[in-house]
Every structure is written in C-alpha cells, then in structure tokens.
C-alpha cells in the first residue's frame, strides 16, 4: 500500500514506499475459504509482530528454503518496504516449473487497521497467471486467456 497522492504522481513523494499503515490484520479469500492460510495478525507499534508478513515475502515468491535472498531486511520491512505476498496455486508451489490448471473465482483481500491512515492509501496488487500460448502447423498463434 502506498499513499494515494504518490501513487498518481506526486512529485515530492515516493510511489514505492510501501508504508505499513498500521495494518492489523491481512488476509485474502477464494471463492469464500481463506488462502493460503489464516489471515495474518500484525503489530508495528510498540510490540512489533510482523515476522510473518516478512516471511511472505519468501514463501509468495519461492524463495523459501533457497539460499537467495531478496535485499529487504527485517528492520527495513516495516520502513516503507511492508509488502505481502501470497502464493494462490493449488499446490503452494507457484515458483515451480510445472504447469497448474487455470482456476476461476472470486477473490477478496480483508485488511484492518489498528488506526486510521492520515491519509488516503492505494492498494497495489500484482498478479502473475498462467496461461498457454499453442502455435499450430499454419503458424497460427492461439492464446488461451481463460483464466
């Protein structure tokens, strides 16, 4: 999330400074059951409680028991780096090569705040979706968008 005015291009203001915003709670739901997990229960005051939307960042992005990293520290998370990842496959293994079947649904992203933004806040979400692309004997080039 990011400060609506930077996001439209505020020249002052940094549009990739993914503030925290007091988050208190973050989760996402298809097709009404709760993915990949329970949504995640956070703190950023005084008793800070985000090492699990930390490890999103590693679990969302199959970086999760690989010896790489993503150059964001757990003292920088917090400091305009707050961004949650979630793996939606049916497998849990999206950074895997094989292929998984196109899914549709409805999807929903719950989030609290144990305090009013100051300001008003976009959303950013970003997506990556499977599909296939088939080239036939005539060359032709078929995309398949179901999904």
Known sequence: MVESDAFNGALKKNPYNFQHFNVSSIGITVNGEEMPFKPLQLSYGAAPKYIEAFTTLFS?????????????????????????????????????????????????????FSAAPANAVSLVCYGEFENTVHIDSERNVVYDYSG
């Open 60 to 112: 969302g992005t199959g970086k999760m028991y690989h010896n790489t990293g993503n150059d964001i520290s757990r003292e920088e998370f917090p400091e305009g780096y707050a961004v949650y990842a979630f793996d939606l496959t049916p497998d849990m293994c999206g950074a895997s090569p094989h292929f998984n079947v196109v899914q549709k649904g409805n999807l929903a992203i719950d989030i609290q």
